[in-house]
T-cell receptor, first 111, second 115 residues
Framework: DAKTTQPPSMDCAEGRAANLPCNHS???????VYWYRQIHSQGPQYIIH???NNETNEMASLIITEDRKSSTLILPHATLRDTAVYYC????????????FGAGTTVTVRA | GAGVSQTPSNKVTEKGKYVELRCDPI?????LYWYRQSLGQGPEFLIY????????DSGLPNDRFFAVRPEGSVSTLKIQRTERGDSAVYLC?????????????FGPGTRLTVL
């Protein structure tokens, strides 16, 4: 599986955009980039995924670089409820049922 | 609609005891997954079911761990002769199918504490 690298933590001001980076320089051509988040004492929650094009849904936007070696998850207007651990995951090609979580980025949204 | 539910939410047991953790997936989801999350770490894959059969149990740490899904719906994770190192949050997830694009929905987890 391609590995991902994320900063361990970041702070964000409430109401501002939060930009969460992820490096996945060994990603293969058929591997997707997934983002999940985990609020304290809850199970992980799916946010968004993409292959090569930028994606947007009601929760976030995903920007993938043209060479696909990195991506950025954007929370457009962070709220206190967005405080969570955010995981960037690359889905393996042959074993695509497994989610391989790393340590993630702990995002703290401050009022 | 109902999400993935797990019972109990908390389980405290003594070293050497046997425990069962239950997962009720979302109705109609054919794929079911168990993960384990130790304090301060991300979840780690344990086992994956497609229907009634365990398609991949490579993540189970040793033969004290076993999981079943006899009717293709509810699943039970069983741990024999528990050890203190088994203490963790055990997460269950389900999805409509197992393909790469199928979102996994997680339950709230069972926090297991082995004294």
């Amino acid at each position: 599986d391609a590995k991902t690298t994320q900063p361990p933590s970041m702070d964000c001001a409430e109401g501002r955009a939060a930009n969460l980076p992820c490096n996945h320089s060994t990603i293969s051509g058929n591997e997707y980039v997934y983002w999940y988040r985990q609020i304290h004492s809850q199970g992980p929650q799916y946010i968004i995924h993409g292959l090569k094009n930028n994606e947007t849904n009601e929760m976030a936007s995903l920007i993938i670089t043209e060479d696909r070696k990195s991506s950025t998850l954007i929370l457009p207007h962070a709220t206190l409820r967005d405080t969570a651990v955010y995981y960037c995951i690359v889905r393996a090609g042959s074993n695509d049922y497994k989610l391989s979580f790393g340590a993630g980025t702990t995002v703290t949204v401050r009022a | 609609g109902a999400g993935v539910s797990q019972t109990p939410s908390n389980k405290v047991t003594e070293k050497g005891k046997y425990v069962e953790l239950r997962c009720d997936p979302i109705s109609g989801h054919t794929a079911l997954y168990w993960y384990r999350q130790s304090l301060g770490q991300g979840p780690e894959f344990l086992i994956y079911f497609q229907g009634t059969g365990a398609a991949d149990d490579s993540g189970l740490p040793n033969d004290r761990f076993f999981a079943v899904r006899p009717e293709g719906s509810v699943s039970t994770l069983k741990i024999q002769r528990t050890e203190r190192g088994d203490s963790a949050v055990y997460l269950c997830a389900s999805s409509l199918a197992s393909g790469r694009s199928n979102e996994q929905f997680f339950g709230p987890g069972t926090r297991l504490t082995v004294l």
